[in-house]
């Protein structure tokens, strides 16, 4: 039976992207604190978020609610299609959730049909990785419950290595208290953090200085790639191109690995952890 792969927003790939390769993407939405006004990842380009960021707004996101979900799925099945979802990681969000319970009410409704929900345990392009690895995998002719099961198989190796620019975004999220930022920021401490098994956002080590947080990005690569200098590699920025173009050269000149997607981080992951926020991902020999 044909079936529809779907994810939502934090996966971090263009739409114009998600709809070359049959991808149905839902959005998680934001907003800001001084404008009465509910936003979804499509409503506003990168560098205007990232702008009014930069001016002081504070943006909050909301997740999917399971009523959204139950259309957006029922639309597939009606088509005779069945339906793969690769969800935001449960750990940063209640998305996952939501998707299960639709799930659960649609099966009952469409016994003939089949609705899986994926916790890709994953945000950003490395959730993005794993849509587009379930995308390669259903060309090749793979089922669903194949694509399902291929797509399980990698979660755990995905690696996602992230640092951030300005320690006053995570300041506002509760990640570092305010000492920290302040004094981080003033001595030129740039944390360096990743997913853990969890799905969480957990902070790892700190370099002195961005260009040495880049370099410390590229360092993970090489510790910990499954095999080096092949794979699939992406990375996401929070409206730093150039930091993310150096950090791809830096890993063609070192390992030999070409990067396959830059992309920017959205609103939804953005408003938590501010421009200047730069990402790698890859399959490793674990997260």
Not at 35 to 46: A, H, I, Q, R, W
Not at 132 to 144: I, M, P, R, W, Y
Not at 161 to 186: C, E, H, I, Q
């Amino acid at each position: 039976m044909s079936f529809v792969i779907h994810t939502d927003s934090g996966c971090d790939i263009s739409p114009a992207l998600l709809n070359e390769w049959g991808v149905v993407c839902t959005s998680l939405t934001f907003r800001f604190d001084d404008v009465d006004k509910e936003y979804s990842n499509t409503d506003m380009s990168p560098s205007d978020f990232y702008a009014k960021m930069r001016e002081g707004a504070t943006a909050k996101t909301s997740a999917i609610n399971s009523e959204m979900f139950r259309v957006v799925f029922e639309e597939t099945l009606k088509e005779g299609n069945d339906v793969l979802y690769l969800a935001f990681s449960s750990g940063l969000s209640t998305t996952y959730n939501s998707a299960r319970m639709a799930a659960e009410e649609l099966r009952s409704q469409y016994p003939e049909r089949k609705v899986v929900v994926v916790d890709t345990l994953a945000a950003s392009a490395g959730q993005g990785m794993l849509v587009k690895l379930a995308v390669d995998k259903k060309n090749e002719g793979a089922a669903l419950e194949e694509v399902a099961a291929y797509v399980d198989k990698h979660i755990t190796k995905l690696c996602h290595w992230f640092t951030v620019d300005d320690l006053m975004y995570l300041k506002r999220g509760g990640r570092v208290s305010p000492t920290v930022a302040f004094v981080g920021n003033a001595l030129g401490i740039k944390p360096i953090l990743h997913v853990d098994y969890e799905g969480h956002l957990v902070k790892v080590t700190k370099a002195r200085s961005r260009k040495n947080s880049i370099a410390t990005l590229a360092d993970k690569y090489m510790e910990l790639a499954e095999n080096l200098g092949q794979g699939p590699v992406f990375i996401s920025h929070g409206n730093c191109l150039e930091d993310a173009e150096a950090l791809a050269n830096l890993l063609k000149e070192r390992y030999g690995a070409t990067v396959e997607i830059i992309t920017d981080v959205g609103p939804v992951i953005g408003a938590h952890s501010g421009p200047g926020t730069l990402a790698l991902f890859f399959i490793g020999t674990e997260r």
